[in-house]
């Protein structure tokens, strides 16, 4: 038996005025959207904001439904997005973020497991990472270079053959 160890690196920011500007736009730009997310039933409102390599900029907000497994999460309706406006196109930097209508937005939140696996899914698609930038309306950023650091046993297309 062997015993294997799984590790990242991650980058944490003491709060966005430390941001580059690139970055620190794209937060601001989410922190902003979270207003137009459709979020009745948790009240948790998420954005997602991304830079594509083309220099456009693509938005996608978290979209409920009574039903509850018809919602969409804010990063699957912007990759969403993406994939039909700008098909294939590579995805520099995502910022992800979140506002809920009761409690503290003062610390970074991370995908769901359905989300990391579509953005591992779209950066196999598109061979190129996607740099999240992930944080609260308040507090600490991190920082992660690739999705894949997020789900390292991503069910992919070779798991298929």
């Known amino acids: 038996m ?18 580059e500007q690139n970055d620190a736009n794209l937060l601001e730009e989410a922190r902003a959207l979270t207003s137009v997310a459709y979020a009745p039933y948790s009240r948790f409102h998420v954005a997602s904001v ?15 439904n009574a039903s509850f497994p018809v919602g969409i999460c804010a990063e699957r309706s912007l990759l969403a997005a993406i994939g039909t406006l700008y098909p294939n196109e590579i995805i520099e930097t995502m910022a992800i973020t979140y506002q809920p209508q009761e409690g503290e937005s003062n610390r970074p939140i991370s995908p769901c497991g359905m989300c990391r696996q579509s953005l591992v899914e779209y950066e196999n698609r598109v061979k190129h990472p996607i740099r999240l930038v992930l944080a609260g309306s308040e507090g600490p950023v991190y920082i992660i270079e690739t999705a894949k650091d997020l789900l390292p046993f991503a069910f992919s297309e070779g798991d298929l053959k």
Not at 11 to 19: F, G, P, Q
Not at 50 to 64: F, S
């Open 2 to 19: 062997k015993e294997k160890t799984y590790q990242f690196s991650y980058t944490v920011v003491e709060d966005s005025s430390a941001l």
């Open 50 to 64: 991304a830079q594509l390599a083309n220099g456009q900029i693509v938005k996608g907000t978290n979209q409920e």
